[in-house]
């Protein structure tokens, strides 16, 4: 197990008692947040059945009526049915996201097929996605452990000190156009066919028996319809979903006054309480979205399911102050590029320029 798998998985279990909820606590008492959290922990099979019923299926019945429209209406309406698919597409990639988590059904081994199918339908591989979920949720807001599950995000120090060419890479990869133009493709499309030798082996296995399975699945459709017809269908759904489930992990843990530590100072309790945003979202979108805008609870127990996140927070009183974000706000953090650990805020790029008015002539800026 690597240094990162290990950190996570000890996080978790471990109980962390750096934090408002257990600071009298030591590594081997647990902390009080665990009881506050232990009612909502349990998966049921009716409810997770019904999110199946609502997420799944209609997401295969709108994608066949798709490909139905292609050849008896016109194009305007399979553009249009791409909208509702690629909200089900969503709530279908929440159910697999819960999967990975062991928190959507009350069986491990139903667990595991679910998320295995609701995989494939995201183009996800399993056991891979898991693993880099977990550290990401072992490590998020820690400045000594980024760069697994989560986004390239350097410090004001980092970023000043960099060579140019890398200051415009970081500058290009933040910015809206790359992060939620290529970025949609690249995370729910792309980035998951592919595998390295720094992987455990489990984790290649999965990547690579998900992009055979995916290669015969979508093979297959291209011979029933043709290949034109599985773009024409599946790109607008893919770029829509991805869009909106690359803008939500990024709000989930960028905007201004969120939580970064390092060291002893980091607290696991703190981070998924300061670190992330409850993104109160109108409806139909909570529904579309499996409720995950309640990001703090669940960075808190990834043991509780989507379908009692809400009630979560609603009944405890530590969730109160937590850092509350709207659409609008969220929209807004999109500015958001650097961290500055001193003034414990993320800031933007004209306060980047601001903050380097003393740095020497021979940094070329950008």
Request: overall charge positive; aromatic content about 12%.
């Amino acid at each position: 197990m690597g240094r990162q798998e290990a950190d996570a998985v000890r996080v978790i279990d471990a109980a962390p008692q750096l934090s408002p909820l257990s600071k009298t606590g030591s590594a081997s008492t647990r902390p009080a947040w665990r009881d506050s959290m232990a009612p909502y922990e349990h998966s049921t099979w009716g409810r997770g059945l019904l999110d199946v019923a609502t997420s799944i299926v209609p997401y295969m019945a709108l994608s066949v009526l798709m490909y139905v429209s292609l050849g008896e209406l016109s194009y305007w309406a399979t553009l249009a049915l791409a909208i509702p698919t690629a909200g089900f597409l969503m709530r279908t990639f929440i159910v697999f996201h819960d999967c990975t988590h062991g928190s959507f059904l009350p069986s491990r081994r139903a667990n595991l097929w679910i998320g295995r199918l609701s995989g494939l339908l995201a183009f996800q591989p399993f056991a891979n996605w898991r693993h880099t979920h977990a550290v990401h949720h072992g490590t998020a807001g820690d400045l000594d452990r980024r760069g697994t599950g989560d986004i390239l995000t350097l410090t004001l120090d980092e970023y000043i000190a960099s060579p140019w060419r890398k200051r415009l890479g970081y500058r290009l990869f933040r910015n809206p156009l790359v992060m939620f133009g290529i970025g949609p493709l690249w995370s729910l499309m792309l980035g998951p066919r592919l595998w390295s030798r720094s992987m455990r082996p489990r984790q290649r296995r999965s990547v690579i028996i998900t992009d055979l399975v995916l290669a015969v699945l979508v093979g297959a459709i291209c011979w029933l319809v043709g290949w034109q017809e599985w773009l024409l269908v599946q790109m607008p759904t893919a770029i829509l979903a991805g869009t909106a489930g690359v803008w939500l992990f990024y709000v989930q843990h960028q905007f201004e006054e969120v939580y970064w530590e390092s060291g002893e100072s980091w607290g696991y309790a703190d981070a998924a309480l300061r670190g992330s945003s409850y993104l109160k979202l109108p409806q139909p979108f909570r529904f579309f979205t499996g409720n995950i805008g309640i990001h703090h609870v669940h960075h808190l127990s990834a043991k509780v399911p989507n379908y009692n996140l809400q009630r979560a927070h609603d009944e405890n009183p530590i969730f109160r102050d937590v850092p509350v974000l709207s659409a609008w706000d969220g929209a807004v953090a999109v500015r958001l590029k650097v961290i500055d650990p001193q003034a414990g805020r993320l800031l933007t790029w004209s306060e980047v320029r601001a903050r380097r008015a003393g740095v020497p002539a021979a940094l070329p800026a950008l």
